[in-house]
């Protein structure tokens, strides 16, 4: 849609994870030298956990491109399962065919494909995207799955991923040995402001273009995505939208805010009560980040400020379709002159030439921010 008025070659903020994209912040770059070493040095159980958005299945995506040839790679995105369908689930990931009748069966079957792919020197390794929605019981079927191993070495090496509940998780009672199994464990987190700032430019150079975020609206995006890098794509790419369709080929912080409050605020459930989200401008998030405040007075704040947003938007909607309707109405209306003497036709013409130059004069000119209804 805008890729040629901003000489872009593709999208460069788009919401699906593309290892291509993937930027390596230091604490990025940690994480793929955890998850390598957990998958060459077979040390059974590997973690990796961050915040919704972080970057966690981009880094799978990652991993999973790089890893061939002696690396078998089987991935799990469908996580909320019982115990009882995992291993089917492990079968099917892994292309193990045949009729299993039981559970005994089926077991069997996944250890002679581990022992398989051993004698042919090549790696199993799991990848299981939003562990966070296995239950303790489908945890435990994991954990005695690793559990065959060739001398020292396992068999099947598991990668958690996951938000950072299943942290909380992995403490329960009845995980103390698959958490005892656990030899990396890393915690990702969003990107700095700095980073930040390095993540957009870093995008927008990988897909051909450069200057289009000024100095002041990469400040502003990190203020209001508080460095979560999908938060920081859906506002890119929709400030890309609405400036394609403004002419505007540079956007500052002013247009940041034009963007943010013409989406009537975030539709993400926010955790932290307390924390800015997408509908809370620039200056109320300076405000609460200068110092900690009264709770109760941010709460009001941070209200208010999206009732202004929204306000604001309501009032901008309701002029872009009266204002028109109020034109064309006027346009229809005969007015009817009464037959006047001949000595006076010219006098009424000019009266009637004034008053078309008044009325042209107060017409209503479209709005300028149309676009403002496509994000509504």
Not at 288 to 317: A, F, I, P, Q, Y
Not at 341 to 369: C, F, G, M, Y
């Amino acid at each position: 849609m805008y890729e040629e008025f901003y000489g872009l070659k593709e999208r460069p903020f788009n919401l699906v994870p593309d290892p291509e994209y993937l930027y390596l912040s230091p604490q990025h770059k940690l994480a793929k030298a955890y998850l390598e070493y957990g998958i060459s040095q077979r040390v059974g159980f590997v973690v990796l956990t961050g915040e919704v958005g972080a970057g966690k299945t981009t880094l799978i995506k990652a991993i999973i491109k790089v890893y061939g040839g002696n690396h078998r790679l089987g991935v799990l995105y469908q996580t909320s399962v019982g115990a009882e369908d995992l291993l089917e689930l492990l079968l099917t990931e892994f292309e193990v065919r045949g009729r299993f009748t039981s559970r005994a069966a089926r077991l069997a079957a996944f250890n002679q494909f581990l022992l398989a792919a051993y004698a042919r020197k090549e790696s199993v390794v799991l990848l299981v995207d939003e562990a966070q929605n296995l239950g303790p019981e489908a945890l435990e079927e994991l954990r005695l799955l690793s559990n065959l191993q060739a001398g020292k070495d396992p068999l099947l090496q598991v990668i958690l991923v996951g938000q950072p509940s299943l942290r909380d998780k992995l403490k329960h009672p009845s995980l103390r040995q698959l958490a005892q199994r656990i030899a990396v464990h890393y915690h990702l987190r969003p990107l700095e402001r700095r980073e930040t700032k390095e993540y957009i430019l870093f995008r927008l150079h990988r897909a051909g273009g450069s200057g289009i975020f000024q100095e002041s609206a990469l400040e502003r995006i990190y203020e209001y995505t508080l460095g979560v890098p999908r938060r920081i794509n859906a506002l890119c790419d929709l400030a890309l939208v609405a400036g394609f369709a403004e002419g505007r080929h540079e956007i500052d912080a002013e247009f940041i805010d034009t963007v943010v409050g013409a989406q009537g605020g975030s539709l993400e459930a926010e955790e932290d009560e307390d924390r800015p989200s997408l509908e809370t401008p620039a200056a109320a998030v300076q405000t609460l980040e200068s110092g900690s405040g009264n709770n109760h007075l941010k709460k009001e704040l941070l209200d208010l400020s999206g009732r202004l947003t929204r306000l604001e938007g309501l009032v901008l909607e309701i002029s872009n379709h009266l204002l028109p309707l109020i034109t064309d109405l006027l346009s229809k209306i005969e007015v009817k002159t009464p037959v006047v003497p001949l000595a006076s036709e010219a006098a009424d013409q000019i009266d009637s030439e004034e008053a078309a130059v008044v009325r042209s004069e107060n017409e209503p000119t479209q709005a300028k921010a149309w676009w403002s209804r496509f994000f509504r």
